[in-house]
């Protein structure tokens, strides 16, 4: 391709509004164009590193035995009524009439249709295992877009989904594409890696999401650096400090005036955090619409985490609740306890109820209550894990001290089980004829945000530079000649040298000076760039310099096209030197 006849141009400034890195850098080298908020155009050069991505990403899931299909983005709303989903899904969906005035989808995943699929195609244990895959537009309409393709409403995915008669299979399954997603991953040059995650609304009993490591990330992650414990921080678990044993004592009502901090309240009674206990209100939405108080209890050296606490509760969502909305229940918000409270649901952090005597709310303005047992004081409707694991907390694990880190989720997995198939009646027959319900595994990329995620890995201050394996050209030769003449016809001639080689070469033709070009080569980040110009044909050579490397070396023109080819072969097998097997945590 000739820069003088590709649709895009380079831009010296990014706009205003460009947040991240990636987001400047991909809107600068002529890669994107925003159209509206979280809905992008690909411009060439960026459809040629997302068709490589793509191809990778095929590689890796024939290899496993997947299938590629194509499935709609309009789904008529009737499949996501069976699942329940239509009614549990917020804004984010996409919802539509037809012009019959039926309720219409746009597609942000695809599991309801799949489970259609299955029920009228798979009829006997004869036709299990199955894996299906494809790479289509999803609609998300996310209220915060942010970070250029990072989070966006529109975008790409693959999507994958596993069909078997058995947990063993789907087992068998999900390890395979534990391992197909690093090796995704290495070979666009992307570290990741696999940490416990929250099902969230795709449902099933256990999950993993693939992180990008980066301070960009939305995401917290709970690390061990001794074990290798990595998860989510809305799932992860820590090794809770036990609190010493003691004999319950007589509960005493003090005077804390204006003490409605945890802080305020250690520091007037001189006693740690972990001897109080911290109270977080919060209405939790349900499947029929209504709200519920709930009362959240953990020690006062923790936090509570909301996605345990949903997750517990099964609920839709959870938000702050109100004062107007607590004062019924008897509970005083900054001075409450479970004691005595009416119509809340009260949920312990297990902690809790293994911590004797500690001080609690008397739900009296300016009082507290010493000596707060559980059982003997008051009882919870659950007691779980409710706590959220912080940096310098131990390791569940190992008790090591943990670390937090922030990421983007540039993959996820997920054991659906039988989520959608019963709901949706998708039976086969198994070997003594009964039917049974087909077992599922839901597993996903965002091929745009991974475009974005390695261009956030990949770059200096200059521009991008782009993996090998993923790079829109693999070379960029810039020709200095500044009209026709020998300079400019060596040019074309070691341009279509190199196309007969099989290599891919972007050449910069237009009649800039050679500063633009120069920035533009390093802006748009091609893995080698050649340089030629009037100086260069009389020595005979060319210039090649490796994108991210300082130095530039000669080479006989003659010997550019196999000197191109043999670098490029370097660049690949550092690549593929990150492809290793990694063991499976579960």
Not at 413 to 439: H, P, V, W
Not at 489 to 497: C, G, H, I, P, V
């Amino acid at each position: 391709m000739r820069m003088s006849s590709l649709f895009s141009q380079t831009l010296r400034e990014a706009p205003a509004d460009a947040e991240v890195e990636s987001h400047r850098l991909l809107l600068r080298a002529g890669f994107i164009r925003q159209l509206a908020s979280g809905i992008f155009s690909y411009l060439p050069l960026a459809r040629r590193a997302i068709d490589k991505i793509e191809r990778i990403i095929r590689d890796e899931m024939e290899a496993i035995g997947g299938q590629e299909i194509t499935m709609p983005v309009v789904h008529p709303a009737d499949i996501w009524k069976e699942t329940n989903r239509w009614y549990q899904i917020g804004s984010e969906m996409g919802r539509f009439k037809d012009k019959n005035d039926r309720d219409m989808v746009l597609a942000m995943t695809h599991e309801e249709v799949v489970a259609d699929l299955v029920r009228r195609e798979i009829r006997s244990y004869r036709q299990l295992p199955q894996l299906v895959y494809q790479l289509q537009t999803k609609w998300r309409d996310d209220p915060r877009p942010r970070s250029g393709l990072i989070r966006v409403r529109e975008f790409t995915m693959k999507d994958s989904y596993s069909l078997d008669a058995d947990w063993e299979g789907l087992e068998k399954q999900y390890r395979a594409h534990y391992q197909a997603y690093f090796n995704i991953f290495n070979r666009c040059g992307l570290p990741a890696i696999a940490v416990k995650s929250d099902t969230g609304m795709m449902g099933g009993k256990v999950a993993h999401e693939y992180m990008y490591l980066s301070p960009i990330g939305e995401d917290t992650l709970i690390l061990c650096d001794a074990c290798g414990y990595a998860a989510n921080r809305q799932v992860a678990r820590f090794a809770k400090k036990a609190a010493p044993a003691a004999a319950a004592l007589p509960v005493e009502k003090v005077a804390t005036p204006d003490t409605k901090t945890i802080e305020d309240l250690t520091r007037l009674l001189g006693i740690e955090k972990s001897q109080t206990a911290k109270v977080v209100f919060l209405m939790a939405r349900q499947e029929d619409e209504s709200e519920k108080l709930v009362m959240a209890l953990v020690r006062g050296d923790m936090e509570v985490n909301e996605t345990k606490l949903g997750n517990a509760l099964k609920a839709k969502a959870l938000r702050p609740a109100r004062e107007d909305e607590i004062l019924p229940s008897g509970a005083v918000a900054g001075y409450a306890s479970p004691i005595g409270v009416k119509g809340a649901v009260v949920v312990v952090d297990e902690a809790v109820t293994t911590s004797p005597n500690l001080v609690a709310g008397a739900n009296e303005d300016g009082y507290h209550l010493r000596n707060v047992n559980y059982g003997r004081d008051y009882t919870a409707e659950q007691v779980v894990d409710l706590a959220a694991a912080q940096e310098g907390d131990g390791c569940p694990e190992c008790g090591a001290a943990l670390r937090a880190s922030r990421g983007v989720e540039v993959g996820n997995i997920f054991q659906l089980g039988t989520r959608y198939t019963d709901a949706m009646n998708c039976t086969f027959l198994d070997a003594e004829g009964k039917a049974r319900s087909l077992i599922m595994g839901s597993y996903g990329i965002g091929v745009g945000r991974l475009l974005a995620c390695i261009a956030e890995q990949h770059r200096d201050e200059q521009g991008l530079i782009w993996p090998v394996s993923v790079a829109p050209y693999q070379v960029h030769l810039v020709s200095l000649a500044k009209a026709a003449g020998p300079a400019a016809e060596a040019a074309d001639q070691l341009y279509a040298a190199l196309r007969q080689a099989g290599v891919e070469v972007l050449l910069d033709d237009r009649g800039e000076n050679p500063g633009v070009k120069f920035n533009d080569a390093d802006l748009i980040g091609l893995p080698l760039r050649l340089t030629l110009g009037e100086r260069s044909l009389k020595k005979g050579v060319a210039e090649m310099k490796v994108r991210g490397r300082e130095e530039n070396r000669e080479v006989p023109i003659a010997e550019v096209v196999e000197a191109v080819k043999a670098e490029l072969t370097t660049l690949r097998a550092a690549l593929q030197a990150g492809l290793v097997e990694v063991p499976f945590k579960d």
